[in-house]
RNA sequence: GGCCCAGUAGUUCAGUUGGUUAGAACGCCAGCCUGUCACGCUGGAGGUCGACGGUUCGAGCCCGUUCUGGGUCGCCA
């Protein structure tokens, strides 16, 4: 008897011509060309291959299987009479001499074609993945992931990182994104919580004496999904070094990275290292985000002052963002589209107005800025043909407004976007505290345990108040790469008593960091290492070199945006007895 | 939770000012075709126009409600 199979079906050439083979795989079409000549594709995992038949016999077997059914075909390599060069095995073509069903597709009409599934719809495609895998340029992605993730690891190891796995069940974490709950059967009333990141664990094992950490980490958090954010799980490559600073990890990540991005990505540019550096302020001012997309060629400049007083009414106290476009020939209907779209995103209007070819100011709110023309041109540098963007609002929204203007004018205007590369920037500096928007008190903007720049001394001086407390930034850095945001991390505070000052910043004290945090926080009270980290998003970082929009397209088996498995049926009901063991009262239906 | 968009054949879509029997492409079925490779040609089957209600002599189209999906804001330390 023959093995179950000789050969793939890329596998076969012209030199295997007279050779007795077996293929098997998936029967993808049939294409009858007279009552006693057709050809039958097989595909399987590799490739495809061509299978001749020429006996009415064998005809009417091959007509009585469904498409997508699995065939094995056992037979002769021929060289073919007319050849396929957009094919590697298009030279050959198999002649079956003996046929086997191994799974029969029970139905003739499939949910959407194969080849096209990427055209259907996604409710449809998700509850039957299994089908839309089988098309080779949605697999394509699944194995281009295997591909980065191996790089990933195999970079990581060799840079002496250790790659250790925490737990999944563990405690549920007081601030940040909401947790998934897992009721202790043991324990009435309590629950385990599923990681929003290995983040207390990675800094535990820090402080136990590993030097590097690494993990491929999946990540579970309950907030709603978005195109490149995934309800529910996500994987990190998360990582950790003891005894080292901001330099060191972008040292780590701008050499593990770029090379990784340019073997995989759809395009072949990435930016060098060392990374662009931009401090959120700076980002936040000159492009309006920060996550900015460096590819786009524009800026945001500052409007508020040359235009203060023009009359406008929604200027009236506001800081006012300025896009400047040169060149600008598009007509009045796409500046409406624009102002448009970008309202709907950013929730807040922008306006505009433009100079002509003559230096005429025409469009918009021009009238109000006629007065100040000579003022504007020069402060904005504007030269005839300029288009004008404007975003006002206070400043935080003035600038986002204008950000978004900057990027959707960067992508639909001709000529101020190159797609086909990737540019990293890392986002430094970031504000430790911020004042709430709705407690107006001190409140801590991102992580509270990074370490603040100036330690002990700058919370002391604020805490005198001879520093405000909102000039304080942290050792917290973002990775962003085509405006898309990678990655998050920071140099960690390992010493208590920077921690419970900074805690007293907001009113809280050491009571309250024991009580969040009382691992960590005992921990660190036994010696522990200066630190710090990043966690990069795997699915984010296969989106972009695979050159996705979607981040669903990269993950093998993704959940829809309400946090469904369509295809599992998750989440679903289960059986009141699983609840009684639980200490779960069963949901009373209406 | 708010806002925007979409929902018509198995699939992707078109459907004019509200007007006879709702169309196309692909797929499916049948027939023809001896070198196809997105095979070709001929014919056929296939529709609760997401659901409910309203306006109207008449609704796929207009109005209201609702469901589903996608995008986005909030949220994601």
């Known amino acids: 008897m023959m093995q179950s199979r000789t050969h793939t079906c890329n596998e076969l050439r012209i030199g295997d011509a007279g050779r007795k083979v077996k293929i098997v795989g998936w029967m993808e079409n049939i294409r009858e060309v007279s009552a006693s000549l057709a050809f039958v594709v097989v595909r399987d995992f590799y490739g495809i291959t061509q299978v001749v038949v020429e006996t009415e016999e064998m005809m009417k077997v091959f007509r009585d299987i469904t498409r997508e059914s699995t065939i094995s075909v056992e037979g002769t390599v021929r060289e073919r009479a007319s050849k396929n060069p957009k094919l590697p095995t298009g030279d050959i073509e198999v002649v079956?001499?003996?046929l086997e069903v191994l799974g029969r597709c029970r139905y003739n009409e499939l949910p959407f074609q194969i080849n096209r599934s990427r055209e259907a719809d996604e409710t449809t495609r998700l509850k039957y993945r299994y089908l839309d895998l089988r098309n080779p340029e949605v697999k394509n992605n699944i194995i281009l992931r295997c591909g980065v993730v191996a790089a990933l690891r195999a970079s990581m190891l060799e840079h002496g990182f250790l790659e250790i796995t925490t737990p999944i069940l563990t405690a549920s974490s007081p601030e940040g994104?909401?947790?998934?709950?897992?009721?202790?059967?043991?324990?009435?009333?309590?629950?385990?919580?599923?990681?929003?990141?290995?983040?207390?664990?990675?800094?535990?094992?820090?402080?136990?004496?590993?030097?590097?950490?690494?993990?491929?980490?999946?990540?579970?958090?309950?907030?709603?999904?978005?195109?490149?954010?995934?309800?529910?799980?996500?994987?990190?490559?998360d990582m950790e070094m003891a005894f080292a600073n901001q330099e060191d990890v972008f040292a780590v990540l701008e050499d593990v990275l770029p090379p990784i991005f340019a073997k995989y990505g759809k395009y072949n540019i990435a930016s060098a290292a060392p990374f662009r550096r931009i401090s959120f302020n700076d980002a936040m001012e000159t492009y309006g985000s920060d996550k900015p997309d460096l590819r786009i060629d524009l800026t945001v400049q500052d409007a508020t002052k040359v235009l203060s007083g023009c009359g406008f009414e929604p200027f009236a106290g506001n800081t006012v963002k300025a896009v400047v476009v040169p060149d600008f020939t598009q007509p009045r209907k796409f500046i409406d589209q624009l102002c448009a779209d970008v309202e709907v995103q950013a929730s807040s209007k922008p306006y505009w107005f433009r100079l002509d070819e003559n230096g005429e100011l025409v469009g918009g709110i021009s009238k109000f800025v006629a007065e100040k023309k000579d003022a504007v041109t020069a402060a904005l540098g504007l030269k005839p043909g300029c288009f004008v963007g404007l975003a006002s609002g206070k400043r935080s929204a003035a600038q986002k407004t204008a950000g978004v203007l900057r990027k959707m004018l960067g992508v639909s205007v001709p000529g101020h976007i190159d797609t086909e590369r990737y540019e990293f920037c890392w986002i430094v500096d970031f504000p430790m505290y911020e004042i709430g928007e709705e407690s107006g008190e001190l409140e801590f903007c991102h992580n509270p345990f990074s370490m603040p720049n100036g330690g002990l001394e700058i919370l002391e001086k604020a805490e005198r108040h001879e520093a405000d407390p909102l000039t304080i930034t942290a050792y917290q850095y973002d990775l962003v790469c085509n405006g898309v945001e990678l990655s998050s991390g920071a140099v960690r505070n390992h010493d208590p008593e920077i921690m419970i000052k900074a805690f007293e910043l907001v009113g809280l004290g050491e009571n309250d960091v024991k009580a969040k945090f009382p691992a960590m926080y005992n921990a660190f009270c036994y010696g522990a290492p200066p630190h710090a980290g990043i966690a990069p998003g795997v699915d984010r970082m296969v989106m972009l070199l695979a050159g996705e929009d979607s981040i669903r397209e990269i993950i093998p088996f993704p959940m829809n945006k309400n946090a469904q498995d369509l295809m599992m049926g998750a989440p679903s009901e289960v059986e009141p007895q699983q609840l009684r063991e639980l200490h779960i009262a069963p949901v009373e239906k209406d």
């Open 96 to 98: 079956p001499e003996k």
């Open 177 to 237: 994104a909401r947790d998934y709950l897992v009721p202790a059967r043991n324990h009435p009333g309590k629950f385990y919580a599923l990681p929003q990141a290995p983040q207390q664990f990675k800094q535990l094992l820090m402080t136990s004496g590993f030097d590097r950490y690494f993990q491929i980490a999946p990540c579970f958090r309950d907030e709603d999904a978005r195109a490149d954010r995934s309800p529910g799980e996500f994987y990190q490559l």
